[in-house]
Structure formats: structure tokens, C-alpha cells
């Protein structure tokens, strides 16, 4: 059998965990996940009438509250690879009504849009998923207008001591212990913790979105540093 390459890798993860990916996520991140994104969402200040992107969408709740602040005047596009995740997305918006709101079948490395298309694009918990994090920022940086912002949500190295020795034991071993109960997918959780380990720190980080092109980045910690906000200007 090949080496599965990390795109085959995490498009198998993500194709078969997607039934149970929600409420998994807020287990993991102890309910957290949902005020991090929602004081993102209050710093983005998102007009209504915009257009967003929301790269890397999977089940489609940061791709919701973009359309819900977009109002039915603006337009989101979620996109994302795996088209299991993308069905309970269509779900989502369906029971919602968001018209507003267009789910696209699409590769982060690779965005099917022009240059200088949107107001906001966004990326939550997706950008350590990728085969390459410039590539990906990059193309975020080329669709983004003149003026936009790029937000990128993601786990990161906690800087607290003490805290980021229990979060790599936490995320190693009971981590894909929930997995297992939950989702019955221990390989596949064990691969999420892998891919955050794995991410840059929020410095590091910082600098490669400046190297991608962006004017200048904001950070953010969240819960110890356990996930980081970067929000990048294109001037």
C-alpha cells in the first residue's frame, strides 16, 4: 500500500467522522470552540451587504453566523473537500433558510475564485488540515478585496506552563480516547491531535501571514493559548 499523502489522509478523516464531527468538536474543546469564534466574529465586524469566504467549512457553522451577519443582502461561499462534511453543512442551511449562503466542492490549495473577491475570508480549524499552510494563505491573501481581512481560528502551542504540558497529554491520550467512544474512530482523532501538534506557534504563524503578503496581522490567545486568532489586512 502507498504512503497516503497528508491531503488523502485527512480527506478519508474528515469523510468518515463527519456524522459525529460537531458534537465531538465540543468535546474536545470543552464548549469552548463556539466563544472563540463568536469573539472572532465581534472583532471581524462584518458588514451587512459583504461577501465572504469560508475556506475549509466542514460542517458549516462559522460559514452560518458569516451568513447570518451578512444579511440576505450579502453572499457567503462555504468551501470545503470533503463532501460528507459539506451534507450536514446543506442541512444546516437548509433547516435555516439562508439563502444567502452557497456550499461549494473545492480544495483550499486551489480556490476557484478571481483575484480581489471578497470582503472577508475566513478559516476555522482547517488551515493545519492543509498539504501547505503558505500555499493556503497565500490563496487566501489573492481572493480577499483590497481593504479585507483574512481570519484564520486554529489551535495553537499553549504558552501557560503547566497548561501546555496538560493539553499535549490531554490531546495525546484522552483526546482519541473520546474518539473511540464517541465516534468509534481512534486513528481518525489520533490524526487530528497529530495535525495540532504539529502547527506552528501563534508567532510563527504571525510571520507567515506576513510573508504571504498581508500589511500587517492581530493576535489573539484563547484559553491558555490552546487556540490563536490571526487576522491579516491586505492593504
Same mark, same amino acid.
Given at each position: 500500500?502507498? =504512503?497516503?499523502?497528508? =491531503? =488523502?489522509?485527512?480527506?478519508?478523516?474528515? !469523510? *468518515?467522522?463527519?456524522?459525529?464531527?460537531?458534537?465531538?468538536?465540543? +468535546? +474536545?474543546?470543552?464548549?469552548?470552540?463556539?466563544?472563540?469564534?463568536?469573539?472572532?466574529?465581534?472583532?471581524?465586524?462584518?458588514?451587512?451587504?459583504?461577501?465572504?469566504?469560508?475556506?475549509?467549512?466542514?460542517?458549516?457553522?462559522?460559514?452560518?453566523? @458569516?451568513?447570518?451577519?451578512?444579511?440576505?443582502?450579502?453572499?457567503?461561499?462555504?468551501?470545503?473537500?470533503?463532501?460528507?462534511?459539506?451534507? +450536514?453543512?446543506?442541512?444546516?442551511?437548509? !433547516? @435555516? *433558510?439562508?439563502?444567502?449562503? !452557497?456550499?461549494?466542492?473545492?480544495?483550499?490549495?486551489?480556490?476557484?475564485?478571481?483575484?480581489?473577491?471578497?470582503?472577508?475570508?475566513? +478559516?476555522?480549524?482547517?488551515?493545519?488540515?492543509?498539504?501547505?499552510?503558505?500555499?493556503?494563505? *497565500?490563496?487566501?491573501?489573492?481572493?480577499?478585496?483590497?481593504?479585507? *481581512?483574512? @481570519?484564520?481560528?486554529?489551535?495553537?502551542?499553549?504558552?501557560?506552563?503547566?497548561?501546555?504540558?496538560?493539553?499535549?497529554?490531554?490531546?495525546?491520550?484522552?483526546?482519541? @480516547?473520546?474518539?473511540?467512544?464517541?465516534?468509534?474512530?481512534?486513528? !481518525?482523532?489520533?490524526?487530528?491531535?497529530?495535525?495540532?501538534?504539529?502547527?506552528?506557534?501563534?508567532?510563527?504563524?504571525?510571520?507567515?501571514?506576513?510573508?504571504?503578503?498581508?500589511?500587517?496581522? =492581530?493576535?489573539?490567545?484563547?484559553?491558555?493559548?490552546?487556540?490563536?486568532?490571526?487576522?491579516?489586512?491586505?492593504?
Amino acid at each position: 500500500m502507498h =504512503e497516503q499523502s497528508k =491531503e =488523502e489522509r485527512v480527506h478519508h478523516v474528515f !469523510e *468518515k467522522i463527519y456524522t459525529k464531527y460537531d458534537s465531538m468538536n465540543s +468535546i +474536545i474543546s470543552f464548549q469552548r470552540h463556539v466563544a472563540w469564534r463568536k469573539d472572532v466574529m465581534k472583532r471581524m465586524q462584518v458588514k451587512k451587504g459583504s461577501k465572504a469566504l469560508d475556506v475549509c467549512c466542514g460542517t458549516g457553522d462559522w460559514s452560518i453566523s @458569516l451568513a447570518e451577519a451578512v444579511a440576505k443582502e450579502g453572499t457567503v461561499i462555504g468551501l470545503d473537500f470533503s463532501k460528507n462534511m459539506l451534507s +450536514i453543512a446543506k442541512k444546516k442551511q437548509q !433547516e @435555516l *433558510k439562508l439563502d444567502q449562503l !452557497e456550499l461549494v466542492h473545492g480544495n483550499a490549495m486551489e480556490l476557484p475564485f478571481d483575484d480581489n473577491t471578497f470582503d472577508y475570508v475566513t +478559516i476555522g480549524f482547517g488551515l493545519r488540515n492543509v498539504p501547505d499552510y503558505m500555499t493556503v494563505l *497565500k490563496e487566501m491573501y489573492r481572493v480577499v478585496k483590497p481593504g479585507g *481581512k483574512v @481570519l484564520c481560528l486554529e489551535t495553537s502551542q499553549p504558552t501557560l506552563i503547566g497548561f501546555r504540558q496538560g493539553y499535549y497529554l490531554y490531546f495525546r491520550f484522552i483526546m482519541p @480516547l473520546f474518539g473511540k467512544l464517541f465516534a468509534k474512530s481512534y486513528k !481518525e482523532y489520533s490524526w487530528l491531535q497529530e495535525s495540532a501538534k504539529d502547527f506552528p506557534g501563534k508567532t510563527e504563524l504571525k510571520q507567515m501571514f506576513l510573508d504571504a503578503g498581508f500589511s500587517h496581522v =492581530e493576535m489573539k490567545s484563547y484559553t491558555g493559548g490552546v487556540a490563536a486568532m490571526h487576522m491579516g489586512f491586505k492593504k
